[in-house]
């Protein structure tokens, strides 16, 4: 399915864009390279996504239903062991997915462990396990 949406890039996205754009004297290929990234962030975060048991995946799961995340990505990540150790002290669904505390302190210190780019692979999917819904093709969310 292709669309056609007019949308706002910053300057660090156009750099991107540019980087990603086979040169041929012709200017940046917009849908190419945005195309790219998102084959590019994919490619990442699949590499990037670190093993986790079911359990684990479904407090993450939990924690991101109906979370409203912080607007900078590298804070999100740097705060990921901290949802995971206030999940488990107050939220019951966590907890049970977690189990003892041993095993929120064990998963906690494996997070502080992590790259910012497995913190965000993590994220991300958990983030992505709640939007598993049909996309609205619309222009009424374009400024977001």
């Known amino acids: 399915m292709a669309i056609k949406k007019t949308v706002q890039l910053t300057d660090d996205t156009i750099k991107v864009c540019n980087n990603l754009t086979l040169h041929t004297g012709a200017g940046i290929n917009w849908a190419r390279s945005i195309n790219g990234m998102a084959e590019?962030?994919?490619?990442?975060?699949?590499?990037?996504?670190?093993?986790?048991?079911d359990m684990e995946w479904n407090a993450f799961y939990s924690l991101h239903n109906g979370y409203m995340p912080h607007p900078s990505p590298k804070q999100e990540a740097d705060l990921l062991f901290w949802h995971i150790s206030e999940g488990w002290q107050y939220d019951g669904q966590v907890r049970e997915f977690l189990g003892t505390e041993e095993a929120a302190l064990n998963l906690i210190e494996r997070i502080k462990g992590w790259s910012t780019s497995q913190r965000l692979a993590v994220i991300y999917k958990a983030r992505a396990y709640w939007r598993n819904r049909p996309i609205i093709l619309d222009d009424e969310n374009d400024d977001e």
């Open 40 to 53: 590019q962030f994919t490619l990442l975060i699949e590499d990037a996504t670190p093993a986790l048991t």
